[in-house]
């Protein structure tokens, strides 16, 4: 499992993303009631094959606020909302430079990997995107 699917698994795997109105709410979406059978399974299935293919997105403040109950939860401070390094702490992730540089390298880093202001503010910025993109799923470009 990469860097990537650790915070993904660290945010969206915890208790707080339930918390979140919105946040699960394409994951979890179903049919009010039971169609007649015949022509509506196909579209069962067409519906259920383009939620797998393609997660819904979230906004970034309910991303945001999925990591504000994490870290309320856990009763800390931290600067997560600018800082790789905060962030991945607060998940409890390793947050070394050899963590960053392999975390640059799954995001598709093309600068130096040498823990400069530029590339973690660029590794924030990718990960806050790719989890509202991805909605809680690791990205299938990701998996590996």
């Known amino acids: ?10 945010i969206f ?3 707080a993303a339930a918390a979140v109105p919105g946040a699960s709410a394409a994951a979890s979406a179903a049919p009010a ?14 519906t259920a094959s383009a939620a797998t293919a393609a997660p819904a997105a979230i906004s970034k ?18 600067n997560w909302r ?6 991945m702490k607060l998940l409890d992730l390793d ?13 598709g880093y093309k600068g130096a990997l040498d823990g ?3 590339m973690n ?5 990718q990960v806050m995107e790719k989890l509202a993109e991805g909605g809680g799923k690791v990205p299938a470009s990701l998996k590996g």
């Open 82 to 87: 600018q800082s790789i390094v905060d962030l």
């Open 13 to 15: 795997g915890s208790k």
């Open 116 to 118: 400069s202001a530029e």
């Open 1 to 10: 499992m990469g860097i990537f699917s650790s915070i993904v698994n660290a």
């Open 33 to 46: 009631g039971a169609a007649p059978s015949g022509s509506s399974a196909g579209a069962a299935t067409a």
């Open 61 to 78: 403040a309910d991303v945001e606020a999925i990591i504000a109950k994490i870290e309320s939860d856990r009763g800390v401070k931290y």
């Open 95 to 107: 947050s070394s430079l050899g963590a960053r540089k392999e975390l640059a390298q799954e995001l």
């Open 121 to 125: 503010v660029w590794l924030h910025k």
